[in-house]
């Protein structure tokens, strides 16, 4: 990484140690480097599974055993991945005290792995299940894959505790992310470019109450504009940079 790029983490890791009550968005970007490919890049899951036919709840109800078929082999990436550095690293930035918590649009439950406590998650997580029916919750990695779709005890079908297109974000998950944007003094925005609402709102709300906001992607992208710092490296290069500079200055 360049000295141009170094001094602008620095200059969030200043930000960050003074200022406190960082808040981080995250999306699949921060996720590629552990084996986890956005779905909508060439060799995502949308390049052989029409989203259309495979990812809306309408979809699901209407043939669960087909929408399974994709479901298998992303529940089979999220099984092999493990949390890369810059997970790890804002689990750092967390217990440094300068983290107030993060909302990620991921489902790979990667944050969590990683020793994230505060994870806000607007579409879920894929390594739980939920009764259609019953409702009742289990561990994906328990689930009998020798029928498909699995069923619950009761009978019915299981589905991924994810949200599929055509349903709504959890008001809970809106409401914790809104109670982190009023306390927010530094917003990054990591690994996606955060346009597409409600996500979208998380950003603009806190730049508008005049807190910091630090891009990490790889390229520009639709909010870089809006951005006081703008990083440009993959997150698992830069994130433990921003961390191990904040934990110099404490």
């Avoid at 930000?15 to 009550?21: D, G």
């Avoid at 961390?243 to 200055?249: G, L």
């Amino acid at each position: 990484m360049d000295a141009a790029a170094r001094a602008l983490i620095e200059q969030v890791a200043e930000a960050l140690t003074q200022q406190r009550h960082g808040v981080a968005v995250t999306g699949a970007g921060i996720s590629v480097d552990s084996g986890i490919p956005d779905f909508r890049s060439p060799g995502g899951l949308w390049d052989r599974f029409d989203p259309m036919e495979y990812a809306t709840i309408d979809a699901f109800r209407r043939d669960p055993g087909k929408v399974w078929q994709m479901l298998v082999e992303f529940d089979d990436l999220l099984r092999a991945a493990d949390p890369n550095p810059g997970h790890l690293a804002l689990a750092r930035l967390e217990r440094a005290g300068v983290l107030d918590g993060l909302v990620t649009q991921n489902v790979d439950n990667l944050h969590q792995q990683a020793g994230s406590v505060h994870v806000v998650e607007f579409h879920g997580n894929g390594s739980q299940l939920v009764c259609v029916a019953c409702g009742a919750r289990s561990a994906a990695a328990e689930a009998d894959r020798a029928t498909i779709p699995p069923t619950c005890a009761c009978g019915a079908v299981l589905k991924p505790d994810v949200i599929f297109f055509g349903e709504m974000i959890p008001e809970a998950a809106l409401k914790r992310s809104m109670e982190l944007v009023e306390r927010c003094k530094v917003m990054l925005v990591i690994g996606t470019s955060a346009t597409v609402a409600p996500c979208s709102m998380i950003p603009v709300a806190a730049r508008r109450q005049g807190a910091m906001m630090a891009e990490f992607n790889l390229e520009a992208t639709e909010l870089t504009a809006s951005c006081n710092v703008a990083v440009f490296a993959s997150a698992s290069e830069s994130l433990p940079l921003l961390a191990e500079a904040v934990e110099a200055r404490l």
